[in-house]
């Protein structure tokens, strides 16, 4: 917007996610955050039969304390069980982070989700929560993200421009050495 875009800003392309499970490709499950589901329901065919009966155990567990801090992959395996780490949550944080889930950390990764989790006894209940806070949000907030007609690389040129147009230099093929 302060560069000269904002009758170019658009909502991004509505295509929906895939994942490849259990032999065949399936779409990406919807009511998760980050790959951590909020009922087990919308996971038909994704996971299996135990894996669905996992999720629905979460309720009746003990609360798992999450101390100050404990890796994503750790937890929901603690309360979900290792097939929703490995055929949702991994690939997704995974690719997000370039790490492996059970070594990221909840607190820095999905603080939302460490913050529900301390809140709630169920990982399910804490996802939902979640999801209505977010859901309340959407209405008034907008999208989050937002793409560029005719590409983000206008984006660039856009931002060139309007350092120029306010009397800054800009140099390339040479090192930044300060800011002014």
């Known amino acids: 917007r302060e560069v ?3 009758d170019a800003l658009q909502p991004p392309a509505t ?7 259990r032999g065949a490709l399936r779409p990406m499950p919807k009511g998760h955050v980050m790959g951590v589901p909020g009922t087990a329901a919308a996971l038909a065919g994704v996971l299996s039969e135990d894996g669905l009966a996992r999720i629905e155990r979460d309720a009746r567990l003990p609360r798992t304390e999450t101390g100050d801090d404990v890796a994503v992959g750790e937890y929901v395996a603690a309360r979900l069980g290792r097939e929703v780490v490995d055929r949702l949550v991994e690939p997704l944080l995974g690719g997000v982070y370039a790490g492996d ?17 301390q809140r709630h006894d169920s990982l ?16 008034t907030a907008g999208p989050v993200f937002t793409g560029i007609e005719g590409g983000v690389g206008r984006l660039p040129l856009a931002v060139a421009e309007s350092v120029r147009a306010r009397g800054g230099e800009i140099l390339t093929g040479a090192p930044v050495t300060e800011l002014r």
């Open 101 to 117: 889930a059970y070594r990221i950390s909840m607190r820095s990764a999905v603080p939302q989700l460490f913050q529900a989790a």
């Open 4 to 6: 000269g875009l904002a």
């Open 15 to 21: 295509a929906t996610a895939s994942i490849w499970t």
């Open 124 to 139: 399910t209940e804490a996802v939902r929560a979640i999801q209505t806070a977010a859901a309340a949000n959407a209405r």
